[in-house]
């Protein structure tokens, strides 16, 4: 009956323990312009801002630019794209191939615009203001209608689309990847002791 005790108690600390090993920074994936995707948007620039302002970016979420390759960009530049029309002189980085996910890794505000010509000139660009990240929030995702897929702009939905919606984190695929190891390792262990 001891032995059966103690093997309970290390089960229990070990599955303690593998809760411990969740991640403990707030990701979320930011789908640019919803069901809209990452295009020259009807709206013109104020299409893009709107969609900025709705959202919370914070050091470690991503940007999700959902666009074909060929039919537009994203850069990311050194200067607010009023500022400085629409000019990708100032490039910080250039992503050709859609779609593109681009990871905010420093705080402070963030300029991107499409550098087919035109594009930006006619509303294509993105101003956000990315916060320092916050410690210990579980991972979530935002949600939106758009697909990963480019869309032809015939099948655009161009109705407002909703917030996003983050998951509780025991939604993630790997939330419980940690926990999976060290479980079977405490199983191993309680089936050696009893013999």
Known sequence: MTRLKSTVVVLAVMMAASFQLQPTVAKTRHIVGDALGWTIPPNGAATYATWA???SFTVGDTLFFNFTTGFHTVAEVSQSATA???TSTNTLSLNPTG???ITLTRPG???YICTIIGHCQIGQKLTIKVSPSTATAPESTA???SSTIA???SAYNLSPASSP?????SASPLAFAPVVPVTLLAIISV???CL
Do not use: E, F, G, K
């Not at 919606?165 to 984190?169: D, G, H, V, Y």
């Open 191 to 193: 089936n050696v002791m």
């Open 143 to 145: 949600l939106s209608p």
């Open 109 to 111: 505000t963030h300029y």
């Open 151 to 153: 869309t032809p702009p």
């Open 99 to 101: 779609p593109a996910t």
């Open 165 to 169: 919606i983050p998951l509780p984190w």
């Open 84 to 86: 400085d029309p629409c």
């Open 53 to 55: 302002s709705r959202q």
